[in-house]
């Protein structure tokens, strides 16, 4: 039977409508559909970036990253333009808590640790100067660290750290002698970096004591722009660092790195400078995860254009993978590249229980390395090689649309967990269609299996 509304009602129901739509409820985005998340993504109706996973003390899992929506698991939690996120999951996926960190500006999670003591320490970049960063910011981006409760994410502290102009905390790890280490990028010539005179990036490591406060910041860089991406503790207590750099003075002194080049850094347990060794030909390489190996050397994952240097004949692309593997000391003990016609990365690196070395990142190709493996656009690639560098496979997860994948660990038995973001709502990642980028986590079998 067909619904009838008298005409003289209509006036009274758009006078209703008019005043109930506000400016800023129209511009809100539409509600997430209202069927359930699959069984391993998790987000709201705008982008949610997975960028770092940690398997934690009880078993679980701590995904970290940045989030702009306002519903779905983020629903009440909106603090500004960009968030930090931090979801607990149980072992099986299922979620304990999630909390996002920040004020009404943009804030970037980067990495993140569960330390000796079980407390979880995240660090990122902030433009925020008030919420959980009240009056804290310098100007620009600041690196931040802070310091959360494992049993529902609540805030113990909050740590800035920078100057007038841009610094940006990458990675975190927990130091040789207690504290914390933060590596990243700093174009400040005051505040925390008053000892810089050039605002072009340098590379930094800064250590802390157990309450975030600076022990020592070391620089390394020139007049162009260098950065520190990942670090890791090797042999002795030593302290790894990897990046890309194009300055070739300073510390960089007659190391030509083409448009850019990849680095290893050492420093000493105390964080003294002890030893540089760089990687590069004549296009852009960049080093963005580093892992020490079993055998007290370390591996590297990244990406190159080069096809000359290190990487002669390997270049297949616009960019292609590569993982490279190292002596304690430096020194190249293999190489292993991959790539197609179109664009490769990784960007994560770990070593698997069973001693094997998986590495993530994104293709775009569809030959090559990557013959029949496209999925769609952007698609998540898992490369996984023994410690002597030989390959036991590559394969490839996505859908329809984009995905990339930024963080791998290694769990029992040596199964594999990785996270990033995903676009698609078929293949890997089927599930009700996404309006934004939604955070996932994927295990794999040892053999590359989606368990």
């Known amino acids: 039977m067909r619904s009838f509304i008298p005409f003289v009602v209509i006036p009274m129901l758009l006078l209703f409508l008019l005043v109930s739509c506000d400016a800023e409820s129209i511009t809100q985005p539409p509600d997430r559909p209202t069927e359930p998340e699959s069984e391993f993504t998790y987000g709201g109706t705008n982008d949610d970036l997975g960028k770092t996973i940690i398997r934690t003390q009880d078993g679980g899992f701590l995904i970290i990253g940045t989030t702009t929506s306002v519903d779905g698991i983020f629903s009440g939690q909106a603090r500004g333009n960009r968030d930090v996120f931090a979801l607990k999951l149980t072992s099986n996926g299922t979620q304990q808590w999630v909390n996002t960190y920040g004020g009404s500006n943009s804030d970037w999670a980067m990495d993140v640790i ?16 008030d919420g959980q960063f009240p009056n804290m910011n310098r100007g620009e981006n600041d690196i931040f660290l802070i310091k959360i409760s494992p049993s529902n994410g609540e805030l113990i502290w ?56 600076i022990q020592r910041i070391e620089t390394i860089g020139g007049t162009e722009n260098d950065e520190a991406l990942d670090l890791t503790i090797g042999p002795n207590g030593q302290i790894a660092v990897v990046g890309s750099y194009s300055s070739s003075d300073s510390e960089f002194s007659g190391r030509q790195p083409g448009e850019s080049g990849a680095f290893l850094l050492k420093l000493e347990p105390n964080g003294r400078f002890n030893s540089l060794y760089t990687y590069s030909g004549t296009g852009a390489e960049i080093a963005n995860s580093i892992v020490t190996t079993s055998d007290n050397g370390f591996a590297i994952a990244g990406r190159f254009s080069s096809n000359n240097g290190i990487f002669q004949n390997s270049n297949s692309g616009e960019n292609d993978a590569f993982v490279l593997k190292t002596s304690d000391f430096g020194s190249i003990q293999w190489l292993r590249t991959f790539g197609g016609s179109n664009s490769e990365g990784l960007t994560g690196i770990t070593e698997t229980e069973n001693g094997n070395i998986a590495a993530i990142g994104q293709t775009t190709s569809d030959d090559e390395d990557f013959d029949e493996l496209n999925l769609g656009n952007t698609d998540v690639f898992l490369v996984n090689l023994s410690l002597n560098g030989s390959l036991n496979y590559l394969k490839t997860y996505g859908g329809e649309l984009d995905e990339t994948a930024e963080s791998v660990i290694g769990l029992p038995n040596g199964n594999i967990a990785f996270t990033g973001w995903t676009l698609s709502n078929d293949g890997d990642f089927s599930g009700p269609q996404k309006s934004g980028r939604d955070i996932y986590k994927l295990i794999t079998s040892p053999e590359g299996d989606i368990e």
């Open 158 to 213: 909050t740590r800035t750290y920078g100057g007038a102009n841009e610094d940006y905390g990458y990675a975190l790890i927990e130091g040789p002698n207690g504290g914390y280490l933060i590596a990243g990028a700093t174009r400040s010539v005051n505040g925390n970096f008053s000892g810089r005179s050039n605002f072009s990036k340098d590379a930094f490591v800064i250590l802390t004591d157990n309450s975030g406060q």
């Open 114 to 129: 569960q330390d000796v003591r079980g407390d979880f320490l995240i660090t990122g970049y902030n433009r925020s100067n």
